[in-house]
């Protein structure tokens, strides 16, 4: 058992029709922060979310709060399903992860496209201001930086590290922190399930960010578990816990059963 806090957001595609303890209930149970799973507009506007409300504590928004649905032009800010699932959440009592604010994917050709350190610096300190301050005060946590890293552990060849290099990261916690000093920051990334390049520059960049006094609070591990490595996920989630930093199994760690939580670190 590693010392950092442990939490679930799993995707769970079957529906329960006798009466039990929720998942998430069950979950708290056993040291766990929550259970969580997807959701966004369309899902709440389809009313398909009766068991959603019924067996998870924590949801992320599936698409709803990308960069490329907030601000698809620059300056020109759609907030009309974000707001969707915010109020979803708040009116029934859940937590929220806000997914995500800078990733190489889901981002505009606006984006895509700058070259000048000053203006891509400007331009992800107007967005995550803009984003996390509409929002704050509401929403639990935040990927912060989602998915920096190649397989062989070198950073990605985004527009965010072509200009800015690692600064990028530094920049992006760092303004989360300053419009919400309360939301839980997260770094969010897959394959680090097993040893190896990947989780290797993980704790590296995590060692470094912590030494630069970078306000980052939380790992996510997207845990798409791979034949053959799926023995190596507790060794791995202790790694991870070894920061100090909270962790969070945040996308499929099990698509078709729950594990029982005896099974976990």
Request: no cysteine; hydrophobic share 40%.
């Given at each position: 058992?590693?010392?950092?806090?442990?939490?679930?957001?799993?995707?769970?595609?079957?529906?329960?029709?006798?009466?039990?303890?929720?998942?998430?209930?069950?979950?708290?149970?056993?040291?766990?922060?929550?259970?969580?799973?997807?959701?966004?507009?369309?899902?709440?506007?389809?009313?398909?979310?009766?068991?959603?409300?019924?067996?998870?504590?924590?949801?992320?928004?599936?698409?709803?709060?990308?960069?490329?649905?907030i601000q698809p032009k620059q300056g020109e800010f759609n907030f009309d399903d974000s707001d969707t699932v915010i109020n979803w959440a708040m009116k029934n009592r859940k937590k929220l992860r806000g997914h995500t604010l800078v990733w190489h994917q889901n981002i505009p050709d606006?984006?895509?496209?700058?070259?000048?350190?000053?203006?891509?610096?400007?331009?992800?300190?107007?967005?995550?201001?803009?984003?996390?301050?509409?929002?704050?005060?509401?929403?639990?946590?935040?990927?912060?930086?989602?998915?920096?890293?190649?397989?062989?552990?070198?950073?990605?060849?985004?527009?965010?590290?072509?200009?800015?290099?690692?600064?990028?990261?530094?920049?992006?916690?760092?303004?989360?922190?300053?419009?919400?000093?309360?939301?839980?920051?997260?770094?969010?990334?897959?394959?680090?399930?097993?040893?190896?390049?990947?989780?290797?520059?993980?704790?590296?960049?995590?060692?470094?960010?912590?030494?630069?006094?970078?306000?980052?609070?939380?790992?996510?591990?997207?845990?798409?578990?791979?034949?053959?490595?799926?023995?190596?996920?507790?060794?791995?989630?202790?790694?991870?816990?070894?920061?100090?930093?909270?962790?969070?199994?945040?996308?499929?760690?099990?698509?078709?059963?729950?594990?029982?939580?005896?099974?976990?670190?």
């Open positions: 058992m590693f010392s950092s806090a442990l939490a679930l957001t799993l995707v769970i595609p079957f529906l329960f029709t006798t009466a039990h303890a929720s998942l998430n209930s069950m979950m708290q149970a056993n040291g766990k922060l929550y259970f969580g799973n997807i959701i966004d507009a369309n899902t709440i506007q389809s009313g398909a979310d009766q068991v959603l409300k019924s067996e998870f504590g924590m949801f992320t928004p599936e698409y709803s709060w990308k960069w490329s649905r606006w984006v895509d496209s700058i070259t000048d350190k000053a203006n891509l610096t400007t331009v992800i300190k107007d967005h995550i201001t803009k984003v996390v301050g509409r929002y704050k005060g509401r929403v639990y946590a935040w990927d912060v930086v989602n998915e920096a890293f190649n397989e062989d552990g070198t950073f990605r060849n985004s527009v965010f590290h072509r200009v800015l290099g690692q600064d990028f990261i530094d920049l992006a916690f760092k303004t989360a922190r300053e419009v919400d000093p309360n939301a839980k920051l997260y770094i969010n990334e897959y394959n680090l399930d097993y040893a190896g390049p990947k989780i290797d520059a993980m704790l590296s960049l995590i060692r470094r960010l912590q030494i630069r006094g970078v306000p980052i609070d939380a790992i996510g591990s997207q845990t798409h578990l791979t034949s053959g490595h799926v023995r190596e996920l507790p060794e791995q989630l202790r790694r991870l816990g070894s920061t100090g930093l909270d962790v969070a199994i945040t996308d499929g760690l099990a698509r078709s059963a729950v594990l029982p939580p005896s099974s976990y670190p």
